[in-house]
């Protein structure tokens, strides 16, 4: 039987690949060198079997994913992966499906020049905790605290395409093969925003990455900062998939979907070139979609400028179904 | 019912204790101002529900335990704590639970100095993952690769209680009541030797922390360094308790008892006084129990230096029962 230490040799184990990494898996601790001109942004995510994703997920992409929502977090900081840890519960040592998934988890460490660099492994309902570590110069981290009255509100890529794949899992829409293989390709390998979210350094004030719906997370930005917003919905970026979905589907999947891992973030009016600028040279669409003004809570107006009244409960994991 | 929002707010948030953390729970990311002096230190546990502990485990005890494993680990290079995310998966959000497990683990953490700065919480079957931070100056680290022939072995404190405890549970002895009570709270109330761990910088060679069992986790420093140990089995320290079990249960529940969370270190001869002084200075006992070699393998000798062959088999998640 493979034991945790063959398991970690085999799967997790290379070679040392960053400088800044001066002992990493196989020690009680990793050691980093720290960059004496940056702050150490540190991120967790735990993905739980059944609640994250589906039983029996396919484990390449189940990688990739655990990797993804914790590369989203620096993003939203506008930190630069350095390097992970990963805790992983199993039921079993199935060797194909560490294989799998220890290929999806490194392929996109690898794309961002993240290592990783120790954690735990042990048996247990399947459970994936991993800390990220990034690096941002000090004091040009986007903060939820930051955003100002008269900024602009945008998004990063589109929303709701994940929860468009979950109605089609789910049944509540009928969705043909493609657009569901399609969504479902959003919803299991997301992208996060890195090259976006360090481009915007400098440049946007506040940002969140968007993982339980916009309206919840955008409610994040509005409280730390003591500020309110006005959304145009209808400015809200859909894919052409949701596009082609009714206008109700359409609104509350982008308001309310989740795991959609782009970046919410306002700049100041000033900066629109700037943001155009950092968008293009880091090859992500982005979006304006609203305002942030003084007033406390959360508009939604449509393309006439009338306020609507939207359920847009985003997801919680203690009080959601 | 509580929100995943409100229980992080009431249980887990705290104005913010240290200066070199600049952004704490509440952000995408927390932010650590690095220390110029220092290398960062960096490990991961895991814990899982009727894996490392009792299913309606003492959740103030549970919540000292998950954090001080993972002190055990910095203390094991010689780190100095500095902070730790939380991720937590929980069947529900009893706040009974909630109120007690934070006040195990932030009793400990304040005892520490560690300050917790983020993390995750989600439903799931209960899994508790600490990532922990500690600095250590360049170079002073005590890794498992540094030990060499010649280099006394060391102890602290003393093992097998935590063994003894779980002997009681499984009524493999009959243990009377003040026994198992003061054996059950060395299994559940570690005492990380993180004092300890400081004070052999500069002193000790390689060090690792005992947890899953004396002979394994030595294995780790002899292959990792490419020597060989002679360990005097008579010399291994034993509390009161234990001292007391017939000689063959002493010998096997020290070697391989698992959670001692005591540090297994080794020191040139040259350095015995300063290890007794830095023993004595951090408050915690040591014994030299044996020699590193050149030959490769694990030597067990009793007092009479006849060379010993026992069933040593320490923890392994997936290969033990």
């Given at each position: 039987?493979?034991?945790?230490?063959?398991?970690?040799?085999?799967?997790?184990?290379?070679?040392?690949?960053?400088?800044?990494?001066s002992?990493?898996?196989?020690d009680?601790?990793?050691?980093?060198?720290?960059?004496h001109?940056?702050?150490?942004?540190?991120?967790?995510?735990?993905?739980?079997?059944?609640?994250?994703?589906?039983?029996?997920?396919e484990?390449?992409?189940?990688?990739?994913k655990?990797?993804?929502?914790?590369?989203?977090?620096?993003a939203?900081?506008?930190?630069?992966p350095?390097?992970?840890?990963?805790a992983?519960?199993l039921?079993?040592?199935?060797?194909?499906?560490?294989?799998?998934?220890?290929s999806?988890l490194?392929?996109l460490?690898?794309r961002?020049?993240?290592?990783?660099?120790?954690?735990?492994?042990?048996k247990?309902?399947?459970?994936?905790?991993?800390?990220?570590?990034?690096?941002?110069?000090?004091?040009?981290a986007?903060?939820?605290d930051?955003?100002?009255?008269?900024d602009?509100?945008?998004i990063?890529?589109?929303?709701?395409?994940?929860?468009?794949a979950?109605?089609?899992?789910?049944?509540?829409?009928?969705?043909?093969?493609?657009?569901?293989?399609?969504?479902a390709?959003?919803?299991?390998?997301p992208?996060?925003?890195?090259e976006?979210?360090?481009?915007?350094r400098?440049i946007?004030?506040?940002?969140?990455?968007?993982?339980?719906?916009?309206s919840g997370?955008?409610?994040?930005?509005?409280?730390?900062?003591?500020v309110?917003?006005?959304?145009?919905?209808?400015?809200?970026?859909?894919?052409?998939?949701?596009?082609?979905?009714?206008?109700?589907?359409?609104?509350?999947?982008?308001l309310?979907?989740?795991?959609?891992?782009?970046?919410?973030?306002?700049?100041?009016a000033?900066?629109?070139?700037?943001?155009?600028?950092a968008?293009?040279?880091?090859?992500?669409?982005?979006?304006?979609v609203?305002?942030?003004?003084?007033?406390?809570?959360?508009?939604?107006?449509?393309?006439?400028?009338?306020?609507?009244?939207?359920?847009?409960?985003?997801?919680?994991?203690?009080t959601?179904?």
């Amino acid at each position: 039987m493979l034991s945790e230490f063959d398991l970690i040799a085999r799967y997790f184990t290379r070679p040392p690949r960053r400088q800044d990494v001066s002992v990493g898996i196989g020690d009680d601790c990793a050691l980093l060198i720290p960059d004496h001109e940056a702050q150490l942004a540190i991120s967790s995510d735990m993905l739980v079997e059944g609640r994250h994703f589906f039983p029996g997920a396919e484990p390449h992409a189940l990688g990739h994913k655990c990797l993804a929502v914790n590369l989203s977090d620096l993003a939203a900081m506008g930190a630069e992966p350095v390097a992970f840890t990963l805790a992983l519960a199993l039921p079993e040592a199935n060797q194909e499906w560490l294989a799998r998934f220890s290929s999806g988890l490194l392929e996109l460490a690898d794309r961002h020049g993240c290592e990783l660099i120790g954690g735990d492994t042990t048996k247990g309902p399947l459970n994936i905790c991993i800390t990220i570590f990034g690096k941002v110069p000090p004091g040009q981290a986007l903060k939820r605290d930051a955003a100002r009255a008269g900024d602009d509100i945008w998004i990063s890529g589109n929303l709701g395409d994940a929860r468009l794949a979950l109605a089609g899992y789910r049944s509540e829409l009928d969705l043909d093969e493609s657009t569901l293989a399609n969504a479902a390709g959003r919803m299991h390998r997301p992208t996060p925003r890195v090259e976006l979210g360090m481009a915007l350094r400098g440049i946007a004030r506040a940002a969140i990455d968007v993982s339980d719906g916009l309206s919840g997370d955008i409610a994040h930005i509005l409280k730390k900062s003591a500020v309110g917003a006005r959304l145009q919905i209808d400015a809200l970026p859909a894919g052409p998939m949701l596009a082609a979905q009714d206008q109700s589907i359409r609104r509350r999947f982008m308001l309310a979907g989740g795991d959609d891992y782009e970046l919410c973030f306002t700049a100041p009016a000033s900066m629109r070139d700037a943001v155009l600028h950092a968008a293009a040279a880091s090859g992500t669409a982005v979006t304006r979609v609203g305002v942030i003004e003084d007033k406390p809570g959360l508009r939604l107006v449509d393309r006439d400028g009338a306020i609507l009244d939207l359920e847009t409960d985003s997801f919680d994991h203690f009080t959601s179904p």
